[in-house]
């Protein structure tokens, strides 16, 4: 079992930037065994996928997002991190972050483990 805890959301203004971590319990000897990704879903919005990275660190993310945020994983610290840089008001959503054994479940949309949440606002 995998627990996973998200933290860094705030309220900023556009142009700022933000560091999400999310701090996987019972990572243990099992870090290198799970593909991470992170997903946000704003209000009245379907949820959708942000960025993802694999067990090997090859990482995958949004067009939206490409060339502003960054997802990075310490396994050492069992803690997976999205940096955002350039934050826009569009970017204001609920971010979660996601475990799974396959990195194609996350590239599906889906995730063997979440965290609750930590909310993201960007104010124009």
């Known amino acids: 079992q995998v627990q996973l805890v998200e933290s860094g959301g705030g309220l900023v203004q556009a142009g700022d930037s933000l560091r999400l971590s999310c701090a996987a319990t019972?990572?243990?000897?099992?870090?290198?065994?799970?593909?991470m990704g992170w997903f946000r879903q704003a209000s009245g919005k379907e949820r959708e996928l942000v960025a993802t990275?694999?067990?090997?660190?090859?990482?995958n993310s949004a067009d939206s997002v490409k060339g502003r945020f960054t997802i990075s994983r310490d396994d050492a610290k069992n803690t997976l991190y999205l940096q955002m840089n350039s934050l826009r008001p569009e970017d204001t959503a609920v971010y979660y972050c996601?475990?799974?054994?396959?990195?194609?479940?996350?590239?599906?949309?889906?995730?063997?483990?979440w965290g609750p949440g930590t909310q993201v606002t960007v104010s124009s």
């Open positions: 996601a475990a799974a054994i396959r990195v194609s479940t996350l590239l599906s949309g889906a995730g063997d483990y």
């Open positions: 019972e990572f243990g000897s099992y870090a290198m065994g799970y593909a």
């Open positions: 990275i694999s067990r090997g660190g090859s990482t």
